[in-house]
């Protein structure tokens, strides 16, 4: 009789924590269901609330945890360096960073870190999480192209604070009145970066030939390259015809893109 009351006991105990994990998860999917609803009307302060409690309620909530970073990542404000600024993009890190622990390469929020990243100024962190992106799908040419924008982002700045010490603004033809000793800079400083960005915006265009935006790039990158290839004439004058060259791609980018969409909202079909 003892051992059947122990069995019993033993039983009852499971029974009730079944119960009691059955009631939080309900709870919890409460929680996530209202802070889903405060997302959508941009009460994010709300959505962290709720999103929060739901992960109390389930700590193993993979969907709240995912949803929370996600709320904290909409409250970061480009550029700005703020405590309250940062600490929004570090739990939104930490939260995406535990949320790929368990699903490895989610490309959301592969593509939310480099976001997030990118607008701390954090770029070789941005640059690493764009380039598992593309790990993640090869045919991504936003990643391509977000990689080459960053690229452009850095050598755009060495330029300009190299080029000020001469006492020179850029003029966007390789700048051939700078220093020797800015030149000197500029080639250490920037050469691995145009490079890369030239690559990346490169296949960007490959992947979709109609990318307006990183053919605009690639014109402003070809233009940091001639500064890189400062001292040799011809070098220079062909950065700046590519340059050129891409420039005038956008326009003819532009207007197939601008195409595509009228036939999207068109439903695909084309009038005659």
């Not at 998860?25 to 409690?53: M, P, S």
Request: hydrophobic share 35%.
């Amino acid at each position: 009789m003892k051992v059947h009351a122990r069995v019993s006991a033993s039983a009852a105990l499971l029974l009730s924590l079944g119960m009691l994990t059955g009631c939080n998860q309900l709870k919890a999917r409460d929680q996530l269901t209202k802070g889903v609803a405060a997302f959508k009307n941009a009460q994010y302060e709300q959505a962290i609330n709720a999103f929060q409690k739901a992960i109390q309620y389930d700590p193993n909530y993979s969907d709240a945890k995912l949803y929370l970073a996600t709320a904290y990542s909409y409250q970061v404000v480009p550029n700005l360096d703020t405590p309250e600024n940062m600490k929004y993009a570090n739990n939104a890190i930490d939260g995406f960073k535990d949320y790929l622990e368990k699903k490895p390469g989610d490309k959301v929020s592969l593509q939310q870190l480099a976001s997030i990243y990118r607008n701390i100024k954090k770029y070789p962190e941005a640059k690493q999480y764009e380039l598992q992106v593309i790990q993640a799908d090869p045919k991504d040419s936003e990643a391509h192209y977000t990689i080459g924008f960053v690229d452009w982002v850095e050598s755009y700045d060495n330029a300009r604070k190299a080029l000020a010490a001469d006492g020179l603004t850029d003029d966007g033809k390789g700048n051939t009145k700078m220093s020797k000793a800015t030149c000197g800079k500029l080639k250490e400083q920037n050469a691995a970066l145009v490079s890369d960005g030239l690559n990346h915006l490169q296949q960007a265009v490959q992947i979709n030939p109609d990318y307006s935006d990183a053919y605009s790039y690639l014109n402003l990158v070809y233009r940091r390259k001639a500064d890189v290839d400062c001292g040799n004439g011809a070098a220079v004058t062909e950065d700046v015809a590519q340059a050129e060259k891409a420039s005038q791609a956008v326009l003819g980018a532009r207007q197939n893109e601008e195409k595509k969409k009228e036939e999207k909202l068109r439903g695909g079909v084309t009038m005659q």
